[in-house]
């Protein structure tokens, strides 16, 4: 790579960066998804907005010489995997035995019904499956079921709701729902590489993965520990960060031998990381996900937007009909088992519309599905929109709901309302 090259390469990376922070700072002073402004940033450096308007200079900048893209996109798979491993092992549970019906009816209603939809509608979904039709049918139920755990989250955080059972209950449903997507997504990459074309090699692929998980988190913490007797003390917190980073890389390395899907070896990692919960390591935790979440992931989510390409790709009506007839589904469903244990009308809508928010983990579907060959870039736009429009309608419904609540018992004269 000459300098003129590097030159390049390093100037369309700042862009990306630029146009990431800068648009998602935007949205968070609008009090919406930071997420959304990322994509947005991306969206307006892409071939939808900058290369509508001066297409050579846009290719001059990020297609300028023929390894420019492998380039950014190995920071885009490096943000990948380090925004699932963050996802892992900042999950938290911990809403009570008493809410533990009400956990499982939510992942019911938020997989079964959402998942069967979009795996029998995706036949129906004319000329955007580019792969294995079976992996094709498991990537659109996965992108009709998922829920974000980082957007629905950093929401409730920034509402002051993050305490609440309401909150703690979504999050332990959502990570619990997401861990059966990724595996099912694991599963559905593998049969696009040609691991499941019969019967015996399909069950072969998904005893894979099970074993994966759960040797993961059966010996993966024990070995952990092991080592950490060894040398942990010894250890700085800077050195700690490249241990845990180590980590990480090791299990999307065996995943990635076994033929299970980096994201979701990414996400293990991170489960089994975030099960230790030392002083220590949740300072390095915490360093980690600074590190991701302000560099390597708005980077992911930029460049997610720089592929997609409006004006060629999105298909209007493929994107209306998926985002209104799953998120109808994805409502229905979870309203009516949060009903079933006892809650009323508008709480089950409150838990329709939090598991509805897709956020990130939808556009890493969407991303697999693309870079993987299973859906085409019309599919990859409905899905990135849907997970787009989703999460700003969480938002948006959240605040109405804290802010209206807040009127109410103002007017009462409880609780003063805050803002």
């Known amino acids: 790579m000459s300098d003129t090259e590097l030159a390049r390469f390093f100037l369309s990376l700042v862009l990306v960066l630029i146009g990431a922070m800068s648009a998602g700072h935007l949205f968070k ?6 997420v959304v402004g990322e994509i947005c940033g991306g969206i307006i450096l892409g071939p939808s907005v900058f290369g509508f308007m001066a297409p050579q200079a846009q290719r ?33 549970t911990g809403a009570g035995r008493d809410g533990s019906r009400l956990i499982a009816l939510l992942v019911i209603g938020a997989v079964v019904l959402p998942f069967a939809f979009g795996f029998l509608a995706a036949p129906f979904i004319p ?25 629905i989250s950093r929401l409730f955080i920034d509402l002051n709701l993050m305490g609440t059972r309401f909150a703690r209950t979504v999050v332990t449903a959502a990570a619990i729902q997401d861990l059966i997507l990724w595996a099912i997504l694991a599963v559905a990459t593998a049969i696009q590489q ?17 074993v994966f998980a759960v040797l993961s988190f059966m010996l993966g913490p024990r070995v952990l520990r092991v080592v950490g007797r060894l040398g942990v003390k010894r250890f ?38 975030g099960r230790f919960p030392s002083d220590l390591f949740e300072m390095v935790k915490q360093r980690i996900a600074d590190l991701s979440l302000w560099f390597f992931v708005p980077i992911y989510f930029a460049l997610v937007g720089l592929n997609l390409d409006l004006s060629l790709h999105l298909d209007w009506r493929l994107t209306l009909v998926f ?9 229905a469903s979870v309203m009516l088992v949060a009903r079933t244990a006892g809650c009323g009308w508008s709480e089950a809508l409150d838990y329709g519309m939090a598991m509805n928010t897709r956020g990130g983990p939808g556009i890493v579907v969407a991303s697999v599905g693309l870079a993987s060959g299973i859906i085409d870039d019309r599919m990859f ?38 803002r």
Request: charged share 15%; proline share 3%; glycine share 8%.
């Open 29 to 34: 002073r609008l009090r919406l998804p930071r």
């Open 381 to 418: 736009t409905a899905l990135v929109l849907a997970s787009l429009v989703t999460s700003l309608a969480a938002g948006l419904w959240f605040r109405w709901r804290r802010d209206r609540i807040s009127l109410i018992r103002a007017n009462a004269g409880g609780v003063p309302r805050s």
């Open 323 to 331: 985002l209104a007839a799953s998120t109808a589904v994805k409502l």
């Open 127 to 151: 000329d955007t499956a580019k792969g294995d039709p079976i992996a094709f049918r498991l990537v659109v139920g996965i992108g009709a079921a998922v829920t974000s755990i980082p957007v």
């Open 194 to 210: 040609g691991h499941g074309s019969d019967p015996v090699d399909l069950s072969r692929v998904a005893v894979t993965t099970l």
């Open 236 to 273: 700085t917190e800077a050195s700690l960060i490249g241990y845990t980073l180590l980590v990480c890389l090791a299990f999307v390395t065996i995943a990635s031998l076994l033929d299970i899907n980096v994201v979701f070896g990414a996400f293990v990692a991170g489960l089994v990381i």
């Open 60 to 92: 001059w900048v990020f297609a300028g010489f023929e390894t420019q893209s492998a380039l950014l996109s190995a920071f885009y798979w490096l943000g990948l995997v380090l925004l699932m491993f963050t996802a892992g092992f900042k999950v938290q």
